[in-house]
């Protein structure tokens, strides 16, 4: 099931009329907008926190979290152990690095033991150090509760006294993952990777499955959380459109600030391959699907491209939010392209270039969030981008279809979505992608809203 119903909930109150849950959202919004204002940069991630983490253990008991059943009263379920432990495939990180295909990319890449290597457990645990693990600590736990909310050593029992409050538990170091931009910066740094860890181009050919990452669907699929009245006064909630566009923005700024990371050129002339997209070379050579699109404008036939999926999200985004700011983007894009083809050092003046646009990008959507209107104006951008084969790369394609989903379940357009399933359906296998059928069906798609 593509749209799960917690979007109802959350795409509801950012674009409803409702004079009450509009103010309360628009409270929330000021808030969140207002951290942009102050120029409060996202925290550590809880990798780096530097603080003791106590382990899962020390959060499983059944008066915590540790519940069999939900709670009906009070403001969490309690049994986000059970939740965790039973459907959540972070608690099994640490157990697939033991598994046949693990193995075998280890191997390939010179690593004894996958579950020993610091390489694989950056991503699949919670890989503090030594010094930082306490008593309960299992490395086994995989990606437990603190890799995610930060080590506890501060916040485990302030944040359960009396009175205690979130901001309070965030002072103490709990990590913010309700909002946006430090959840996307959290997930990020192991679903694509960054400066410290990233699953590079070595790790991939020897057999590691492809990263994508969109932060709304990535945050849905692990909800263990009500999105009721007392969450709403404590955390605050940014709707499915909004989250997706600050996680993109998060997204194409990492991506961007990867580019001039310098040891991520120790290579040679190109910095780490991961960082291109992985079809424009491998595709049977008898599909011959090149063509020019409007990013890469400067590049000829045969040269490798960057993974600019996230870049391209970004461009729709921007059309809504300022078009000046788009056409600037869309520059800035171009410039990094051709810049990448040429040399080091104007990759990396690029690539700067290109994160900053982005920053100012970002800045405008927290001041001012995007709307039902906002929401229409991207999803005729991403049509209009299928249509004329802008998305034609699979990672752009798979980018754009999500994108559409989201923002076409958030404006209740019932009407496009059998198209919707037929790009799915075009999408199941990277390996056999036809990018003429995907746009034929944007195509159609764009056709139909005509009538």
């Known amino acids: 099931m593509k749209i799960l119903m917690i979007r109802i909930l959350t795409c509801t109150i950012s674009l409803c009329k409702d004079g009450i849950v509009r103010t ?8 969140f907008g207002l951290l942009a204002l102050k120029g409060i940069e996202p925290v550590l991630v809880p990798q780096y926190d530097n603080v003791k983490h106590l382990g899962v253990a020390s ?76 008593e309960k600590f299992q490395i086994r736990d995989g990606i437990g509760c603190e890799a995610c909310h930060g ?61 994508r990452f969109e932060l709304d669907s990535a945050t849905i699929r692990q909800e263990h959380y ?37 040891k991520l050129w120790s290579g040679g002339l190109f910095p780490e391959i991961a960082l291109f997209d992985c079809h424009a070379c491998h595709h049977l050579m008898k599909d011959r699907r090149w063509m020019r699109r409007q990013t890469t404008v400067d590049l000829s036939p045969g040269a490798v491209r960057l993974n600019d999926s996230s870049f391209t999200m970004l461009y729709g985004i921007a059309t809504a ?27 990396v003046e690029r690539s700067r270039e290109l994160d900053a646009v982005i920053g100012d990008l970002r800045e ?36 754009g279809v999500v994108a559409l989903d989201l923002l076409t379940f958030a404006i209740n357009d019932k009407k496009s979505q059998p198209y919707i399933d037929k790009l799915f359906t075009i999408l199941r296998d990277d390996t056999q992608h036809d990018p003429a059928a995907f746009s034929a069906v944007f195509a159609q798609l764009q056709q139909s809203r005509k009538k």
């Open 24 to 31: 309360i959202i628009l409270i929330g919004m000021a808030f």
């Open 364 to 399: 405008k959507i927290l001041r001012k969030p995007l709307n039902r209107k906002a929401a229409e104006e991207i999803q005729n951008t991403i049509i209009d981008l299928g249509a004329k084969g802008e998305l034609r790369d699979y990672s752009g394609a798979e980018q």
């Open 151 to 211: 080590g506890a050593e501060r916040w485990i029992k302030s944040h359960t006294e009396e009175g205690a409050t979130h901001s309070n538990n965030i002072a103490n170091g709990m990590y913010p993952t309700e909002l946006p931009r430090d959840r996307a910066k959290l997930c990020l740094s192991c679903h694509y990777g960054d400066s410290n860890k990233l699953a590079i181009h070595k790790i991939m050919a020897a057999g590691h499955p492809r990263l």
């Open 226 to 262: 009500d999105i009721d009245d007392d969450y709403q006064v404590r955390k605050k909630v940014v709707d499915s459109v909004n989250t997706w566009a600050i996680g993109m923005t998060v997204a194409a700024s990492e991506n961007a600030a990867m580019l001039w990371d310098p």
């Open 321 to 347: 939010v300022d078009k000046a700011e788009a056409d600037r983007l869309l520059q800035s894009i171009r410039r990094l392209h051709e810049a990448t083809a040429n040399s080091r050092e104007a990759a």
């Open 59 to 134: 959060c499983d008991s059944s008066q915590c979290h540790g519940a069999v059943n939900p709670y009906k009263k009070g403001n969490i379920r309690r049994n986000e152990y059970q939740h965790w432990s039973k459907d959540d495939k972070h608690s099994q990180a640490y157990e697939v690095l033991g598994n046949q295909q693990s193995q075998s990319i280890a191997q390939k890449i010179g690593l004894s033991n996958p579950q020993e290597a610091k390489m694989c457990l950056d991503c699949h645990s919670d890989n503090v150090p030594q010094k930082l693990r306490g």
